[in-house]
């Protein structure tokens, strides 16, 4: 079993920076592919971002691609979304996920097996 809670979300003006955590409890964090996934008001849940288990590699959508980086610290149980250059657009809940035996940073929301509560992120223009 994995919990993951994301923190770091907040009101920001279009062109700054958040940095989103997903902190996760238990000691086999490590071999877990985490992933990033928004969802807007009105919309469908999209994905961002994941990371392999080692954080050997990564997959982007094309929307946050250049712009949001994600990374991961094993020892620390957490993984990191840095986004910069934010638009309105960025607007949403962002959930954290995880993947168990995560070699590949998987793109599609039903491969994940845990789920977080998710953080707002609410870019102004």
């Known amino acids: 079993q994995v919990q993951l809670v994301e923190s770091g979300g907040g009101l920001v003006q279009a062109g700054g920076s958040l940095r989103l955590s997903c902190a996760a409890s238990?000691?086999?964090?490590?071999?877990?592919?985490v992933g990033w996934f928004r969802q807007a008001p009105g919309k469908e849940r999209e994905f961002a971002a994941a990371?392999?288990?080692?954080?050997?590699?990564?997959n982007y959508a094309d929307s946050v691609k250049g712009r949001f980086t994600i990374s991961r610290d094993n020892a620390k149980n957490t993984v990191y979304l840095q986004m910069n250059s934010l638009k309105p657009e960025d607007t949403a809940v962002y959930y954290c996920?995880?993947?168990?035996?995560?070699?590949?940073?998987?793109?599609?929301?039903?491969?994940?097996?845990?789920w977080g509560q998710g953080t707002q992120v609410t870019v102004s223009s």
């Open positions: 996920a995880a993947r168990l035996l995560g070699v590949r940073p998987a793109v599609e929301g039903h491969e994940y097996n845990y």
């Open positions: 238990g000691r086999t964090f490590s071999t877990y592919a």
């Open positions: 990371i392999s288990w080692t954080g050997g590699s990564a």
